[in-house]
C-alpha cells in the first residue's frame, strides 16, 4: 500500500506563496502520474494539476501561470508551487498518485490533505 504525506500548508496573505509537499512510499513513484486536488468547503473537489512520469504537466484555467507542479523521483516527492495566491486558493489541498499498474480508472491512492488559507 502507498502512503502520500502532504506538508506545507499553512496561512499565508493574498500575493504570497507557499509550497505543497508530499512524499510517497514505495518504489515505483517515477511511474506515478502525481496530481494535486482542492476542496473548499460547500465545493466539489477540483483538480488543480498533475505531472506524468514523463513530466507532462496539466493545470487547471484558475491556476495557469500562478501555480507549478514538479516532481523529484529520488526523493519520491512531488511539489506545488503556488504564486500569487488569492483568498478564493483557500482550500484542503490533496496530493494522489496514479499507478499505471492499477487496471482502475482514476487516482488509486490519496494523502489526507494540507490546509491552505489565503487571507485578504
Known amino acids: 500500500q502507498v502512503q502520500l504525506v502532504e506538508s506545507g500548508g499553512g496561512l499565508v496573505q493574498a500575493g504570497g506563496s507557499l509550497r505543497l509537499s508530499c512524499a510517497a512510499s514505495g518504489r515505483s513513484f517515477s511511474s506515478y502520474t502525481m496530481g494535486w486536488f482542492r476542496q473548499a468547503p460547500g465545493k466539489e473537489r477540483e483538480l488543480v494539476a498533475y505531472i506524468r512520469r514523463d513530466t507532462y504537466t496539466y493545470y487547471g484555467d484558475s491556476v495557469k501561470g500562478r501555480f507549478a507542479i514538479s516532481r523529484d523521483n529520488a526523493r519520491n516527492t512531488a511539489y506545488l508551487q503556488m504564486n500569487s495566491l488569492r483568498p478564493e486558493d483557500t482550500a484542503l489541498y490533496y496530493c494522489?498518485?496514479?499507478?499505471?499498474?492499477?487496471?482502475?480508472?482514476?487516482?488509486?491512492?490519496w494523502g489526507q490533505g494540507t490546509q491552505v488559507t489565503v487571507s485578504s
Open positions: 494522489a498518485a496514479d499507478d499505471p499498474i492499477m487496471s482502475n480508472p482514476g487516482y488509486d491512492y
